[in-house]
T-cell receptor, first 109, second 114 residues
């Protein structure tokens, strides 16, 4: 079966750095996405990785290792507004998105 | 900015009632999707559509139907609501052939079935 694993919840301190991991087992791979979802709001697109390596976008970076079936989202200089759920999703061989359950990130002052 | 609008943010219905959830997008996207989101589970695809009058079953279509009569509008129908359909329903849209597959989501409709 297809599976995406990510931690259920993480806590970090304002101003610090946090890494949210995502491991996947899917039938084929056509890219990996990270979305941010604030409580009660719509998910919004953060990043897309299809090749191995690190993609940096401001305070957020996303890393992919296809051979290991692994990705992480790195958030730097954490702000209170970064408190949200972070969803990992993989585009499989049929170009269907397989979603993880999401990681709830709690930022403490 | 892309805007995906869902008709109702919160609904409360009784078991057996027919429920319509409507979704409208304003960016001429070809693809539209209905997901449900439940605690501890990833987003699960109910139905999707790649074109007007076209629909495809997702992973959990049982108990649901959809309608896409116009390109910008994609409706989800629960013919006879049941308590296990209490959930958050998310509509999304995307460009056809968009290799990144980036989805644009609506705010969600939280349905409670009593």
């Amino acid at each position: 079966g297809q599976n995406i694993d990510q931690p259920t919840e993480m806590t970090a301190t304002e101003g610090a750095i946090v890494q949210i991991n995502c491991t996947y087992q899917t039938s084929g791979f056509n890219g990996l996405f990270w979305y941010q979802q604030h409580a009660g709001e719509a998910p919004t697109f953060l990043s897309y990785n299809v090749l191995d390596g690190l993609e940096e976008k401001g305070r957020f970076s996303s890393f992919l290792s296809r051979s290991k079936g692994y990705s992480y989202l790195l958030l730097k200089e954490l702000q209170m507004k970064d408190s949200a759920s972070y969803l990992c999703a993989v585009l499989d061989s049929n170009y269907q998105l397989i979603w993880g359950a999401g990681t709830k990130l709690i930022i403490k002052p | 900015d892309v805007k995906v609008t869902q008709s109702s943010r919160y609904l409360v219905k009784r078991t057996g009632e027919k429920v319509f959830l409507e979704c409208v997008q304003d960016m001429d996207h070809e693809n539209m999707f209905w997901y449900r989101q439940d605690p501890g589970l990833g987003l699960r695809l109910i139905y999707f559509s790649y074109d007007v009058k076209m629909k495809e079953k997702g992973d959990i279509p049982e108990g649901y139907s959809v309608s896409r009569e116009k390109k910008e509008r994609f409706s989800l129908i629960l013919e006879s609501a049941s308590t296990n359909q209490t959930s958050m329903y998310l509509c999304a849209s995307s460009f056809a052939g968009g290799e990144t597959g980036e989805l644009f989501f609506g705010e969600g409709s939280r349905l409670t079935v009593l």
